[in-house]
Every structure is written in C-alpha cells, then in structure tokens.
C-alpha cells in the first residue's frame, strides 16, 4: 500500500512540475532533466511510470485542458439538450472557453507549442479537441441543416479569435481592435460579442427555415 501510494505522489509532482514549467518557462523547457528537477525526483521515474516526456505531457493535458475535462460534463449536456434549444449550451462552452482559457497561462503555452511547432503529440491532442468538438455540432447540425448559416465555420472563428486575443494580450498587448482585452471592460465587451454573434447565427437560421415553410 505504501508503494502504491509513493508511486501516486510521484506521479502527481511530475504532473504538477509539467503544469508549473509551462506556466512560467514555456514548452521549450519541457525537457526530462528539467521536469525531474522541478518534481524533486529522479528522471527514470519519468520513464518507470508514464513511458516519456510526451506520454507525461499528455497526461496533464488530459487532466487539465478545457475541452479535455469537459467531456463528461458535455455528455451529460447531451442527453439533457435532447430535443432542447442549443444555443445556451455553445454560448455557455464559449465564453467558459475565453474565461479559462484567460485564466491558465500553462494552456496559453500549450496552445501556442501547437500553433508554433510541428509536433505529432500535440496533433493528437488537437484532435482529441476536435473530437470532443464534435459531439457539440451532433446537437448544433439539426438546427443550421438546409440554411446558409455554416456554424462550424461561425465556431472556428470565435475560437480562433478567443486564441488569438489572449495570446497576444499575454505576449504584446491586449489592445486589438481598439479592445483593451486585458481590462474586465474589455473581456466583457468580448464575451458580449460572443454571446451576440451566436444570437445572430440562431436568428438567420430561425429566419431561413420560417420563411422556407412560408
């Protein structure tokens, strides 16, 4: 029992060590030695328990990411928006998604390790996104089916947009587009936007599908 549980602890400082090299160093720096330097333990243990720096790297994603640890609660959403209006469950995983995203400085640096590098780990995380993704526009498709509104197309920019905006307000300044979105003022004109350019997606396909019954 005492072993299990020294495996356990272990395991959780090279989790932690990974989370606190992002946050402060960057991707960069997620290198063995420095890892097993950050955890307090030897680097084999890296090796003995999770395979690699990557397959490590992989579990603190798992565990920390906002779309990862999302996914059960978006299955549970699923069954309880069967046959309800959508759009206060993608508005509400949106602009959670901007909030989190603003908030962890260790996703900042992974999303941006996936933008910068050609990296097969994180390609499989991404798609692990999208997956994830997908089973939100299982529910969205019904609605925007036989209508000009591409919500997929809608989603990718918003999401697009919310990476963006916070990188480059950690990076080079929050003012884009005149918006500080480093002020409260300016997150709140976001997720405003946010909430109003999904108001509009729903509206234009509610707009077609009446008139199309006319």
Request: hydrophobic fraction near 40%; aromatic fraction near 10%; proline fraction near 0%.
């Amino acid at each position: 029992m005492r072993q299990i549980k020294d495996k356990e602890l272990t395991k959780r400082k090279l989790i932690e060590a990974v989370g606190a090299i992002l946050q402060t160093q960057g991707f960069g720096h997620l290198g063995v030695n420095n890892i097993a330097r950050k955890a307090g333990v030897n680097k084999k243990l890296i090796y003995r328990y999770f395979g690699g720096v990557d397959q490590l790297v992989e579990a603190y994603v798992v565990e920390r990411d906002y779309w990862m640890t999302f996914s059960d609660q978006m299955n549970n959403l699923i069954a309880d928006f069967s046959g309800k209006s959508t759009k206060p469950l993608v508005t509400g995983i949106l602009k959670e998604q901007f909030s989190f995203f603003d908030q962890h400085k260790e996703m900042q640096s992974l999303i941006l390790w996936e933008l910068s590098t050609e990296s097969k780990l994180m390609r499989s995380i991404h798609n692990a996104r999208e997956a994830m993704g997908q089973k939100a526009f299982e529910l969205t498709d019904k609605h925007f089916e036989n209508t000009k509104v591409n919500f997929r197309a809608v989603s990718a920019l918003l999401v697009g947009g919310i990476y963006y905006a916070i990188l480059h307000k950690r990076f080079n300044g929050g003012k884009i587009c005149d918006i500080d979105v480093g002020t409260e003022k300016g997150k709140e004109e976001i997720l405003s936007t946010i909430n109003n350019i999904i108001d509009w997606a729903y509206q234009m396909a509610e707009a077609e599908n009446d008139e199309s019954k006319s």
